[in-house]
């Protein structure tokens, strides 16, 4: 009786539904990515402006073909004088456009991109975000194993956002920071440190949730690429390497102790495999991650624990404020799992995104449990 009840439930069901079987009829279109950051000129905290001709999913077709690099592309400052901004193609990087480094763009202003090419013209309209503010509770806790701990307090407020322009001049940008001023924050390995996204966080951040929608974090590691000797395990415990009795940590995987990554955060175990996924190894076979790493969050406090971290060294973490467009475009299929699902563009007349941010940044140290 219970069987015959639920065919017929699911019949009436199936009847009642009507189905849209028209079939969508593909078009290409100008596809848009560009961002603002409030206080920068473009490029500085992000990439440049982005200009390619859309492709459908069933064509196979290099992307690189799909790249423009004579398209008239102009930001405008919806204010009382109006202001137009000419974005210049970025010489060998085909499809890229970038502003003068003298326009500075503000925060709390609206601006308009346009974008012409051949037939098609697309519009599209950002306002950044106010501003951007966090901190690091020094009383925040959380549960390892069943038992609440307290989680450590680091220093946010020492990292000014105009160092960025110094970021291909290391030398320079340690002599404007005051080392004192960084905080260290300890990666530990397994139990409740390293298996899932709910492990026990280095360090927590914690912001006012009405003010924003989405929060873009970003990790970079500033000494990813140090290299040195493949770390080994001291047996004899005399200080020194015996290869005869001493055994290392072969990261390049040639059984040769040699030089690689050290400030990799190397971990061969299946659960964080299944997390972060299998290394990816440059020409010489040496691993390395992503950096920087990027994440979104919505919902204070934000525990960051060792899925956001990928090297040990010195870290600039970023949080920054995004606009709504940001939060509609991601809202839907975050993780672009589904090709068939388009986001939320504010695009008009094409596709993409043209956003802006606000963001605070600071430095921290990531150094290994002894």
């Known amino acids: 009786m219970m069987n015959?009840?639920?065919?017929?439930?699911?019949?009436?069901?199936f009847l009642s539904c009507g189905f849209d079987d028209d079939i969508a009829v593909y078009e290409?279109?100008?596809?848009?990515?560009?961002?603002?950051?409030?206080?920068?000129?473009?490029?500085?905290?992000?990439?440049?402006?982005?200009?390619?001709?859309s492709s459908s999913i069933e064509d196979e077709v290099e992307l690189s073909t799909l790249y423009i690099s004579d398209a008239i592309v102009t930001i405008t400052r919806l204010s009382s004088t109006s202001e137009i901004y000419e974005l210049f193609p970025v010489p060998g990087r085909k499809g890229r456009y970038l502003t003068p480094d003298s326009i500075i763009f503000q925060q709390g202003e609206t601006y308009s991109l346009s974008a012409k090419w051949d037939e098609f013209e697309v519009t599209a309209e950002t306002t950044i975000p106010d501003g951007m503010d966090f901190y690091s509770p020094e009383n925040g806790t959380h549960f390892c194993d069943g038992e609440e701990m307290t989680v450590t307090s680091v220093n946010t407020d020492n990292f000014e956002l105009q160092w960025l322009n110094y970021m291909n001049q290391p030398d320079t940008l340690m002599h404007l920071v005051n080392p004192l001023s960084i905080s260290q924050a300890v990666y530990k390995n397994?139990?409740?440190?390293?298996?899932?996204?709910?492990?026990?966080?280095?360090?927590?951040?914690?912001?006012?949730?009405?003010n924003y929608a989405t929060i873009k974090v970003t990790t970079l590691a500033l000494q990813a690429h140090e290299r040195g000797l493949e770390p080994y395990n001291d047996l004899d415990n005399n200080g020194l390497y015996d290869d005869t009795i001493d055994t290392f940590l072969d990261y390049n995987r040639?059984?040769?102790?040699?030089?690689?990554?050290?400030?990799?955060?190397y971990d061969s175990s299946r659960v964080y495999q299944i997390w972060?996924?299998?290394?990816?190894r440059d020409d010489r076979g040496d691993p390395y991650r992503i950096n920087p790493f990027f994440w979104q969050m919505s919902q204070p406090p934000l525990p960051m624990n060792w899925l956001f971290f990928n090297y040990y060294?010195?870290?600039?973490?970023?949080?920054?404020?995004?606009?709504?467009?940001?939060?509609?475009?991601?809202?839907?299929?975050?993780?672009?799992?589904?090709?068939?699902?388009?986001?939320?563009?504010n695009i008009t007349g094409g596709y993409g995104l043209f956003s802006s941010t606000n963001a605070k940044a600071f430095l921290v140290n990531i150094i290994p449990e002894e």
């Open 190 to 210: 397994g139990g409740c440190y390293t298996e899932s996204f709910a492990s026990f966080p280095l360090f927590m951040l914690d912001f006012e949730a009405d």
């Open 254 to 265: 040639n059984q040769i102790r040699d030089s690689s990554f050290v400030n990799l955060i």
């Open 28 to 53: 290409d279109k100008l596809v848009i990515f560009s961002n603002l950051s409030a206080g920068f000129p473009m490029g500085t905290v992000g990439d440049t402006c982005y200009v390619s001709l």
């Open 4 to 13: 015959k009840f639920i065919t017929i439930s699911f019949s009436i069901l």
């Open 313 to 345: 060294g010195l870290h600039i973490v970023m949080l920054e404020a995004t606009d709504e467009a940001y939060y509609n475009y991601y809202s839907g299929d975050p993780a672009g799992q589904n090709i068939y699902i388009l986001p939320e563009s």
């Open 276 to 280: 972060k996924g299998k290394y990816f």
